[in-house]
């Protein structure tokens, strides 16, 4: 192996590394975030208010495009993968409906 080779494959390895603890930062924030929403399923089912609350669903969308752009992130991808969430969320709640 190279010189360059070998500091290729270490960066590499650092980065798959990042990525790593990234995605597992992701599991278990979604996991907190979802225990928050399974509790205003509850609430919501509790006091018959419905499921779904599209102003506020419309105003997080808005907020996270916001936060993606300042991210460098592509604000397209934020709102497909928070519209993603929405969907299950409401899911979520319509079965505490039932």
């Known amino acids: 192996m190279t010189d ?8 590499l ?7 790593d603890r990234l995605d ?6 979604l996991g907190e975030r979802f225990k928050h929403t399974q ?3 509850k609430l919501k089912a509790e006091h018959d208010l419905p499921p779904s609350d599209p102003a ?6 808005a907020r996270l495009e916001d936060l993606a752009t300042q991210a460098d992130l ?3 991808f ?3 993968f928070l519209n993603f969430i ?13």
Not at 86 to 98: C, D, G, K, L
């Open 74 to 76: 592509d604000p397209d």
């Open 39 to 41: 509790a205003v399923g």
């Open 13 to 19: 390895k650092e980065h798959r590394e990042s990525i």
């Open 78 to 80: 934020a709102k497909k």
């Open 56 to 61: 506020r669903e419309e105003a997080q969308i």
């Open 86 to 98: 929405i969907a299950e969320v409401i899911r979520h709640h319509q079965q505490h409906q039932s």
């Open 4 to 11: 360059a080779t070998t500091r290729a494959a270490t960066l």
């Open 24 to 29: 597992a930062i992701l599991v278990y924030t």
